[in-house]
C-alpha cells in the first residue's frame, strides 16, 4: 500500500487542490483508506490510475457538499476575527476573489451538458489522456477531443469575464 501512496501521492493532492481549493489532509487520507478498503473491487480492465482519481474526485465533491465544509466556509470565530485584523486588506480580498472564482468555475462547469462535464472533468481534473477518457465513455478519441473543444468553448463563453 505505500508503494500506492508514493506512486498517487502528487496526483491526488492536486485533484484535491484543484477541487477543493487546498491541501486538504483528511481528504487526501480517507483516498487512501477507501482504496485499501475497496481494492478488492477493482477490475483490472481499467487503469488504477483512473480508479484512484475517481474515488479522489467523488470525496471531494462529497466534501464540497457536506455540511462541515459549508459550516467552515460561513463560520468566524474570534480567532478568525484577530488573524483577519493582522491580515492585509489585499491578502483578505484576493483569497475571497479566488473562492469565488473556482466557485464559479465548478458552477460553470455543472452548468455543461453532461458529456461535456464528464470529459473536461476526468482531463483538467482527473489528469486523465484522451486514450484513457476514450477506454473508460467507450468512444472514439475524436469524439472525447471534439467533447473537449466544445465544452472548453462554452466555458469560455460562460467565464469570459473571468478570462
Known amino acids: 500500500m505505500k508503494s500506492l501512496i508514493d506512486q498517487y501521492r502528487n496526483n491526488i493532492k492536486k485533484i484535491i487542490s484543484n477541487m477543493t481549493g487546498s491541501e486538504n489532509e483528511d481528504i487526501e487520507q480517507e483516498v487512501y483508506i477507501r482504496t ?5 473491487k477493482y477490475k483490472e480492465n481499467g487503469k488504477f490510475k ?31 476575527d484577530l488573524v483577519q485584523i493582522r491580515d492585509e486588506k489585499e491578502n483578505v480580498e484576493s483569497a475571497f476573489i479566488q473562492k469565488q472564482r473556482q466557485k464559479r468555475i465548478m ?5 455543461l451538458k453532461p458529456k461535456f462535464k464528464e470529459v473536461i472533468i476526468m482531463y483538467e481534473m482527473q489528469d486523465m ?35
Open 50 to 80: 483512473s480508479w484512484i482519481n475517481t474515488i479522489t474526485a467523488n470525496l471531494c465533491r462529497d466534501y464540497m457538499k457536506s455540511s462541515y465544509f459549508r459550516h467552515s466556509q460561513n463560520a468566524v470565530t474570534e480567532e478568525d
Open 36 to 40: 485499501w478498503k475497496n481494492l478488492d
Open 129 to 163: 489522456s484522451y486514450e484513457e477518457i476514450s477506454e473508460r465513455l467507450k468512444c472514439p478519441v475524436g469524439t472525447i477531443r471534439s467533447r473537449l473543444f466544445n465544452a472548453r468553448k462554452e466555458l469560455s463563453v460562460t467565464l469570459q469575464d473571468l478570462i
Open 107 to 111: 458552477d460553470a462547469i455543472d452548468a
